[in-house]
């Protein structure tokens, strides 16, 4: 059972970066496949970005070149670095965890997080 805590979210003003960071625990997690989902106030669950068991990635289409995916060292933390950041990037940013490849539906991951909250005011 993989446990998944999120954290570095706040309030940034637009323009600004982030990096949020999910610590797991309770597995292997460098064999999973990751992912950073978002939702925000009344609307679906929305993919972010997801790093598969070798490294690969993919992100959503939106956001690619302002948010990046990535994997610690030891592999026990995924991070998501999130640039040029704007009021509509507000929302509740979760990890994930599957133990099958990469994919963007979030009904396919097994674990989830808290999820961490990301304001974009000034």
């Known amino acids: 059972q993989v446990q998944l805590v999120e954290s570095g979210g706040g309030l940034v003003q637009p323009g600004g970066s982030l990096r949020l960071s999910c610590a797991a625990s309770g597995g292997v997690f460098s064999t999973y496949t990751s992912g950073w989902f978002r939702q925000a106030p009344g609307k679906e669950r929305e993919f972010v970005a997801a790093?598969?068991?070798?490294?690969?990635?993919i992100h959503a289409d939106s956001m690619a070149g302002r948010f990046t995916i990535s994997r610690g060292n030891a592999g026990t933390t995924v991070y998501l670095q999130m640039n040029s950041l704007q009021p509509e990037d507000t929302a509740v940013y979760y990890c994930?965890?599957?133990?099958?490849?990469?994919?963007?539906?979030?009904?396919?991951?097994?674990?989830w997080g808290q999820g961490t909250l990301v304001t974009v005011s000034s």
């Open positions: 790093i598969g068991r070798e490294g690969n990635t």
């Open positions: 994930a965890a599957r133990r099958g490849i990469v994919t963007r539906a979030p009904s396919l991951y097994d674990f």
